[in-house]
């Protein structure tokens, strides 16, 4: 089971799209040497490029990457089963509920070991085009992959599985919970405290400083640092031969391990296996004797009689006026978009709306607006989306003019995003805010159409739930160049990109968006 579980995630283009990222990550994690950015550093220096830095180099790109954005790739076992209706043939098979667990648990793991596989491969190729040290020694390169990455990947693989099972948690909630704690993971899994040894970073920056302290280098005021960094000059290089674990950090990263182990089979305790006479609150459904006094008739149909009846004339329908259609359209798309939302996201909007109202505003356009334009993110991320994973395709592909149907989604869209933030809006206009009122106005023209171009291409929800909670982490962690919406402020006028650089964006987007669209619509024909 688990390897037709790998077999059948590889075929799918998601799956290449991960693993060109994964090759474009290796790429960063080693760049030219007189490049001016950097992936992992001690201070002003780094590593001369042999096996022991490239691979912890890029094994530790790789756990960031991986442990993110792998885990929304991986998320759909359990879904892709009920979806495809397997579920229903497995409920009535006598395979046991923890095999189930353990297979598709060990089907992640395929999965993403395989792309750790690429990044491994990946270093090595970089190794040798950089050039500095081309002896390619295969344990100084794959020790780091082995102890570092690959328990995170197995960890990644767990929760993915346990967030399925746990029914708040299996749709968008719990992709934007994955996001919060993939991030704190990896702000807090550098410290040499963290828990289980967090990303297994720390024994690679003891060993990084030992060496460069032997060299007589100052490393007064010089801190480790992992993440992409812009660098004003190139880093001095220092020879390092890799890290040597002991039996303590190889121990914890077993035990890391393991706890995934129990945690992918935990949901053993609840999960039906798609069987919908069980459950954690429900019993087996007893069954019913039959009574044997009781004389057992066949059900018989009762026909009605047939009649020829002369062929009706059906009234001639009058042709539907194209400009009043699309209201009702409009509206319909809408009442699609706020299906199922529940009072308490209306309670959280409302909220939201007063405080923009009231605060100050400093506060409005650096805190509310930003807690106003992702409230709505697990309703954007249903544009483009729900036709497919409702199963509509086939019938909304009869649609004489799909491209106004799409339209009113996105219009749908763009009138959920400017209420969501209509009351900074009005305060920017009230203060004659121009330029954060036009900042603001690209900002409501990119949401939808990043959303409705996303969601076409992928037919998934979780691909733009993932994209845009990372930018809007980056806007609230004080990253100008993801400002798209005017929330920083440099003498109060907005740092991000300029407005019509975003509405550029925001109807390139949308042009192709109708375009996958197009595409899509003459593939079912």
């Known amino acids: 089971m688990a390897g037709a579980d790998f077999r059948d995630r590889i075929r799918r283009p998601a799956y290449a799209a991960t693993l060109a990222a994964a090759v474009a ?3 960063l994690a080693v760049p030219a040497a007189d490049a001016r950015w950097t992936i992992m550093n001690v201070g002003d220096y780094r590593g001369a490029y042999n096996s022991a830095y490239v691979g912890t180099a890029t094994a530790l790109a790789g756990a960031l990457w991986l442990t993110l954005g792998g885990f929304y790739f991986v998320r759909t076992a359990i879904g892709r089963d009920e979806s495809t209706r397997v579920g229903q043939l497995l409920a009535a098979t006598p395979l046991r509920t923890t ?24 270093a090595a190729v970089m190794q040798i085009v950089r050039g500095e040290d081309r002896a390619i020694d295969p344990v100084a390169l794959l020790l780091p992959f082995a102890t570092v990455t690959l328990p995170l990947v197995v960890a ?37 405290s963290a828990p289980l040894g967090g990303l297994g970073v720390h024994a690679a920056v003891v060993s990084m400083r030992e060496r460069l302290l032997a060299e007589h280098a100052d490393l007064s005021g010089q801190e480790f640092s992992l993440g992409l960094t812009y660098r004003d000059e190139p880093l001095r290089t220092f020879d390092w031969a890799g890290f040597t674990p002991d039996g303590a950090f190889l121990g914890r990263r077993l035990l890391l391990i393991l706890l995934a182990l129990g945690l992918a089979l935990l949901p053993a305790l609840w999960f039906g296996r798609f069987d919908p006479a069980r459950g954690p609150l429900r019993g087996p459904v007893p069954d019913v004797p039959h009574d044997p006094h009781v004389p057992h008739e066949p059900t018989r149909l009762q026909t009605a009689p047939r009649h020829r009846t002369a062929p009706a004339t059906l009234p001639r329908t009058p042709a539907v006026v194209r400009g009043f259609a699309f209201p009702r359209l409009l509206v319909g798309e809408l009442r699609i978009l706020l299906q199922g939302v529940s009072k308490w996201w209306w309670i959280g909007a409302a909220t939201l709306t007063l405080a923009g109202f009231t605060a100050t505003p400093s506060v409005v356009t650096g805190a509310v607006l930003p807690a106003c334009w992702i409230w709505p993110v697990l309703l954007w991320s249903r544009l483009g989306t729900q036709q497919t994973e409702h199963d509509l395709d086939g019938l909304l592909g009869a649609y004489p003019t799909p491209h106004l149907r799409l339209l009113a989604q996105w219009t749908a869209g763009l009138v959920l995003t400017v209420i969501a933030a209509l009351s900074p809006a009005v305060r920017m206009l009230a ?18 159409s990043l959303a409705l171009f996303v969601g076409r291409l992928s037919r998934t929800q979780r691909f733009f739930q993932a994209l845009y909670v990372a930018v809007w982490w980056g806007i609230v962690n004080n990253i100008g160049a993801l400002d798209f919406m005017g929330a920083l402020r440099h003498d109060d006028i907005p740092r991000g990109p300029h407005p019509l650089l975003v509405t550029l964006v925001a109807l390139t987007a949308l042009a192709a968006a109708f375009a996958v669209n197009g595409l899509r619509d003459r593939g079912r024909r």
Do not use: C
């Not at 060990?106 to 395989?114: D, E, P």
């Not at 203060?431 to 939808?448: E, M, R, Y």
């Open 431 to 448: 203060a004659a805010d121009t330029p954060g009122l036009t900042a603001w106005a690209a900002g409501a023209l990119l949401i939808p």
């Open 25 to 27: 990550l290796a790429y």
């Open 99 to 122: 095999t189930y667990l353990a297979a598709k648990f060990l089907g992640n793991v395929m999965v993403l070991a395989s792309m750790v596989g690429v990044l491994a491969g990946t």
């Open 156 to 192: 990644t693989a767990a929760a993915a599985l346990l967030f399925e099972a746990i029914p708040h948690l299996r749709a968008g909630l719990g992709n934007i919970v994955w996001f919060f704690m993939a991030t704190t993971v990896a702000l807090g899994g550098q410290s040499g």
